[in-house]
């Protein structure tokens, strides 16, 4: 055993001396590239699983206000995810109208229509949650006044690869508002998402 290690020490040392024997050369490198932002890319889809800029909740009756049964889902698709560090995207929604609400702190998103308007409905605001059905299983609502931040997975959405971000937005009976206090008419809401990848 003792002679193995006195034959490697001795190869060391040749080789030492060997490449103390050889000339030396200097090399110069320049290395150069881009840094480029970690992207995806993001589109709004309506349920029906197109491209939208508008999500259509239809036709809307009291008792669909009183119940609070009158949604639509729709999802945020992420594709083509390139540089990710965690694989996410934080995502808020803010309004763009302003919240419901006698002081507008309440967590839905008021109708831009105005109320001097003859066609305007009023009493009624959207609420946004996080899943594909207002209140379901692990859903949060996307608070207008708080605007929480989400975290969405974004593993497996690379190249062709998609990822939805399931949605719903449900009309209700507006923060500090009755059934009584309801309004027939128009209802159009402006909200945008900010997402910032991970």
């Known amino acids: 055993m003792n002679y193995q290690r006195i034959m490697v020490a001795l190869l060391l040392i040749i080789g030492i001396n060997t490449q103390s024997l050889a000339g030396s050369s200097t090399l110069n490198v320049t ?19 197109l491209q939208a800029t508008t999500i259509d909740i239809g036709d809307v009756y009291l008792n669909e206000l009183a119940n609070k049964t009158k949604y639509q889902n729709f999802s945020l698709v992420f594709s083509n995810c390139e540089g990710l560090a965690k694989d996410q995207a934080t995502v808020t929604l803010s309004p763009q109208t302003g919240c419901d609400g006698a002081s507008s702190t309440g967590g839905g998103f008021r109708n831009a229509l105005t109320s ?51 949605l719903s937005s449900r009309i209700v009976v507006a923060a500090d508002n009755t059934i009584a206090d309801v309004r027939a008419g128009q209802f159009s809401t402006n909200a945008v998402f900010s997402v910032t990848y991970e």
Do not use: F, M, Y
């Not at 290395?31 to 970690?38: I, Q």
């Not at 949060?140 to 708080?146: D, F, P, R």
């Open 31 to 49: 290395v150069r590239t881009t840094v480029t932002a970690s992207t995806c890319t993001a589109e709004l889809h309506n349920a029906q699983d």
């Open 116 to 166: 001097s308007s003859n066609d305007a409905a009023t009493g009624v605001s959207i609420e946004v949650w996080t899943t594909n059905q207002p209140e379901g299983q692990g859903s949060v609502q996307l608070n207008c006044k708080t605007k929480p931040t989400s975290i969405v997975d974004l593993t497996g959405a690379s190249g062709v690869n998609v990822v939805h971000w399931w």
